[in-house]
């Protein structure tokens, strides 16, 4: 049976080239573009991998297209905090950043580091580096 990855990423053309290289490599890849709608997810299905965007939304307000508070992370990482379904806690975490703001790609590494992501990853990512940092944290080099 193919590992099962859920991609938590706001943007839509990335989420779907991700989606195209993985589902190449066998892997089963499922896309939530929101915290709100990967909690959704998650509940309901079971995954071996999550690669988590830094930036998204918590949800997206449909009347406008805007997100609804933009520390989605945060609100996953609360979530995740505050399960009691051992089987998601134990999920390891591709952590992902594109921010370019001076000093901010080492203190998203510092974030996710506190909230012991397996990896992390800075944009834009390289096919080959994403593949290696799935296969590092699935087990099988």
Known sequence: MSKRILIIEDDFDLSRQW?????SHGYQVDLSYTAQEAII???ND????????RAIFIHTDLNNSH??????????FKYLRETDQAHIKAI???GVSGFKVRGSIKRTQRYFLDHQVAEFLEKPIR?????NAVKNCLGNN
Request: charge should be negative.
């Open 19 to 23: 989606n195209k290289l993985l589902q």
């Open 41 to 43: 997810v998650l509940n």
């Open 46 to 53: 079971k995954f071996d991998l999550i690669i988590l965007d």
């Open 67 to 76: 997100g609804i508070i933009s520390d989605g992370a945060e609100a996953f």
């Open 92 to 94: 390891p975490i591709i």
């Open 127 to 131: 096919p080959s580096a994403l593949l």
